[in-house]
């Protein structure tokens, strides 16, 4: 799809989105994140445009191997989404399944979720503010024996290994604050820098690109409660997309009575068995 068509979506917008300082790129220190102090320390406001990505849906010009995003469906079964129980016992387990729907993965494993609403509990359950990936490739190896040990899984010699997260809203449609994606065919992979993630006690090392104009962002408007944003976060396979940076962003001109966003996120691991 050329840039000039996927412009013609009424739901096509400027926005200003937080990238972290070019300064931090070749430097041999790494930044802390993880407090709105350290967030507005290390990240400036970049000007952005966001592209519907429906029309590319529909033309079947997106992929989750070359863009590292697509768009699914989930009729979840979960009745109090703020029930870390009932979403671990019930959600875990369709997104899951989803994953390896939508991938073609042997199996997936949660790691974790996340409820985002309007009324965070403090900084780090907050709407996304910055452009970021939530993990690194050279963790890949560390989280996913962490992981399948949790689980009581020996690693064999044919798996390989992919990282994903799912987003889904939750009560009612999106209205503002959607969550936006950089298509990977469009990020040069030396624009993304490490960085120390430091929220509740962590100091973990995770990844986030620097800006760079000729980053394509895309976005689902309007998302409904059964439909479920997929997209890459860490990826062994060769020749598929490795990362997926993302962040949130206000639609200018929402209106003021605008529903909040209430959205639930997993993070997951997917095993693919190739065969011998």
């Known amino acids: 799809m050329s840039e000039q068509a996927a412009q013609v979506s ?4 400027e926005a200003k989105v937080r990238y972290v300082n070019a300064e931090w790129k070749g430097r041999d220190e790494t930044p802390r994140i993880g407090s709105r102090e350290t967030r507005r320390a290390n990240t400036s406001f970049q000007d952005a445009i966001m592209h519907d990505a429906r ?16 768009l699914s469906e989930n009729h979840s079964q979960v009745g109090n989404f703020r029930d870390p129980d009932e979403v671990a016992a019930t959600y875990h387990g369709e997104m899951e399944d989803l ?3 939508v991938t073609g993965a042997s199996r997936a494993i949660t790691r974790s979720h996340l409820i985002r609403t309007e009324k965070p509990i403090d900084f780090n359950d907050g709407y996304s503010r910055f452009v ?7 963790r890949l190896g560390d989280m996913t024996a962490e992981l399948l040990a949790r689980e009581g899984l020996s690693p064999q010699d044919n798996w390989t290994y ?3 997260n799912t987003w889904q809203p939750f009560d009612h449609q999106v209205q503002n604050n959607p969550l936006a994606i950089i298509d990977w065919e469009s990020l040069p992979e030396d624009d993304v820098i490490g960085y120390f993630y430091t929220g509740r006690g962590n100091d973990s090392l995770v990844s986030a690109p620097v800006h760079n104009p000729a980053h394509k962002w895309w976005y689902f408007p309007q998302m409904e409660t059964w439909e479920v944003l997929v997209f890459t ?3 062994q396979q060769p020749d598929q997309a490795i990362y997926c940076p993302h962040t949130s962003f206000d639609i200018p001109g929402s209106a003021e009575d605008s529903l909040p966003r209430r959205s ?13």
């Open 162 to 164: 992919a990282w994903y």
């Open 55 to 70: 029309p590319r849906l529909a033309a079947d010009d997106l992929n989750l191997k070359r863009n590292g995003f697509t």
């Open 99 to 101: 994953i390896c729907r």
């Open 10 to 13: 009424p739901y096509t917008t």
């Open 132 to 138: 970021h990936c939530d993990y690194n490739m050279a």
């Open 264 to 276: 639930v996120e997993t993070r997951l691991l997917a095993v693919f068995e190739d065969a011998r």
């Open 233 to 235: 976060q860490l990826n």
